[in-house]
Nanobody, 116 residues
Framework: QVRFVESGGGLVQPGGSMRLSCAAS????????MSWYRQAPGNEREWVAT????????NYAHSVKGRFTISKNNARNTVYLQMNNLKPEDTAKYYC?????????WGQGTQVTVSS
């Protein structure tokens, strides 16, 4: 059974930093690329970043490029999202999933709120 457990969210001031983690289980993590997505209230879920299975290549949405860094630890079945210089428009619930279509069932996500 595929499972994602996202953590690390919370309240942060604009300009601050936060590191999200996603522990995955139920599939061969090391053979999949992984992605982060986010969904703000009233908006559809949007793609944020993707990392390849071995971690050698990353891609980012234009809105986060240069501020966010995705990384992957295959030994721990965990994917991370380091977020720097956070902006109020980054406020959303953040989810991870395998980089596949269709995606696996979604986890609960972790809420990130950027506010002063």
């Amino acid at each position: 059974q595929v499972r994602f457990v996202e953590s690390g969210g919370g309240l942060v001031q604009p300009g601050g930093s936060m590191r999200l983690s996603c522990a995955a289980s139920g599939f061969t993590f090391s053979t999949y690329g992984m992605s982060w997505y986010r969904q703000a209230p009233g908006n559809e879920r949007e793609w944020v970043a993707t990392i390849t299975a071995t971690g050698t290549t990353t891609n980012y949405a234009h809105s986060v490029k240069g501020r966010f860094t995705i990384s992957k630890n295959n030994a721990r079945n965990t994917v991370y999202l380091q977020m720097n210089n956070l902006k109020p428009e980054d406020t959303a619930k953040y989810y991870c999933n395998a980089a596949r279509y269709p995606p696996f069932y979604w986890g609960q996500g972790t809420q990130v709120t950027v506010s002063s």
